[in-house]
């Protein structure tokens, strides 16, 4: 018996050695709140579109470089990674934030309301952190703070990842994560982890789900070709109106009849149809374009498979030539099982048990999987919403009045700081 109690307490000996940790990682934290918000608030009011968060990423810059933290610019055009190696070898463990906003006017009465237009696939807008990732980048600054002030005490290396153009660019093949991976960013890094804060989920709760978590999002383009005809007599052209309904109401079984719904959803969503000109006309060509929301590989494939076929097989029907695109865009955000589940321990350390939300899966999409696609990594959800809020009323991502309660800050600090020394001790 006492042969197996000295390697066990070495075991436990290493991991609360990163453990205790925590209590220094709580004060710090605390302490540095309002400047946390403050940089949140100067970025809100000065958002930035993707690949264009020059003065996001000098700022970014600037403050790893007061830390002691080597800094890499323009990064995926924009992007600025830190590294901070810690006193002592072990992994090299990632933390990502996204720096861009949303082509969208706020209509928020802030006094750090933003106050950026820009110029978005030739349309004057307004620029607004409307899917609060200006909070991401607040955050991971004080993440980066906080743990470059214990520098000496982590086994291992951080790496921070201050990605650009999430949101994806219109004149761009490749961008955001993407890009990051594709220049080489993961090569050295043994796990990553981020998070995304969530305006309907309260304040100082942490959502999290093990496997796919995000949906992967595909553009879908259907274009038809028929006949020209007078409306009085359909019979002479061929009809692509009807033959686009027959479609857009044959995509709907896959969802009804093809994808097994008891273990992940799918969407196919036709967002836009357009053909015709004149009500006594039927048109010769219908354009239709519409989103895919799939979770996981095999998944993706099925759903795939079934548009083209439908598609395929409802136009050869009715006479009409087809043209079908499906442009993959982001994969689906997979949660590694194995550091999922080491890492749940962590979640409840830093937010506690009650605190701590199993989700179900999410169909918005996050290019963070790219990420994963190269290492073990963890994205969870981190609430936004004032506390006793009602979220069928709080205005959602990605809209005007999209809000953050700042009162969740510090818990985001915490928790990926915790991430990085609970890490680096449980792979020791």
């Known amino acids: 018996m006492k042969k197996l109690i000295l390697p066990l307490l070495l075991i436990s000996g290493v991991s609360f050695g990163q453990t205790k940790l925590r209590p ?25 579109l993707g690949n264009q968060e020059f003065r996001t990423a000098k700022k970014i810059a600037d403050h790893l470089r007061s830390l002691g933290i080597e800094v890499t610019e323009e990064v995926a055009v924009t992007g600025v990674v830190g590294v901070l190696k810690g006193g002592k070898p072990g992994p090299t463990v990632a933390l990502r934030a996204d720096m861009d906003a949303l082509p969208v006017t706020e ?14 696939n030739g349309q004057e807008t307004g620029v607004m952190h409307a899917c609060g990732h200006d909070t991401h980048v607040a955050i991971l600054m004080g993440a980066a703070e906080v743990l470059a002030s214990m520098k000496d ?35 050295d890094v043994d796990a990553v982890f981020g998070l995304h804060i969530a305006s309907q989920m309260e304040v100082g709760k942490i959502g999290y789900r093990s496997g796919p978590s995000l949906a992967a999002v595909d553009n ?16 002479s052209g061929v009809d692509p109106i009807v033959t686009s309904s027959q479609i857009i109401m ?33 048109p010769e060509k219908v354009e239709m374009i519409g989103t895919i929301r799939t979770f996981g590989d095999e998944q993706q494939a099925l759903v795939h498979k079934r548009i083209t076929e439908i598609v395929t097989n409802i136009a050869e029907s009715a006479d009409a030539e087809v043209d079908l695109k499906i442009e993959k865009l982001y ?40 990420f994963q696609r190269e290492k073990p990594g963890l994205f969870i959800s981190l609430g936004g919403m004032k506390k006793g809020g009602d979220p069928t009323k709080t205005p959602s991502h990605h809209t005007p009045g999209f809000y953050i309660d700042e009162g969740g800050f510090t818990l985001g600090v ?13 792979e020791k």
């Open 414 to 426: 915490r928790v990926m700081s915790y991430f990085v020394v609970d890490y680096m001790g449980q």
């Open 153 to 187: 005490q982590l086994q291992g290396t951080v790496k921070f990842l201050f990605q650009p153009a999430e949101e994806g660019v219109y004149d761009a093949d490749i961008a955001g994560a993407e890009l990051m991976v594709a220049e080489g960013v993961m090569e």
């Open 24 to 48: 220094a990682i709580d004060k710090k934290a605390n302490e540095i709140e309002s400047k946390v918000i403050e940089w949140r608030r100067d970025l809100h009011m000065h958002p930035e």
């Open 107 to 120: 209509r928020n009465d802030l006094p750090f309301k933003s106050v950026n237009t820009a110029t978005y």
């Open 220 to 235: 879908l383009e259907i274009t038809l070709t028929g006949k020209q005809a007078h409306g009085a007599s359909p019979w």
């Open 331 to 370: 994969p689906s955000t997979v949660n590694d099982p194995a550091l999922t589940s080491k890492m749940e321990p962590t979640l409840t350390a830093a937010a506690g048990a009650e605190n701590v939300i199993y989700m179900t899966p999410v169909t918005g999409a996050e290019d963070f999987s790219f």
């Open 250 to 282: 044959g995509l709907q079984t896959i969802l009804s009849r093809n994808v097994n719904i008891t273990q992940n959803p799918a969407v196919v969503t036709v967002g836009a149809i357009h053909g015709g000109i004149r009500h006594n006309i039927i």
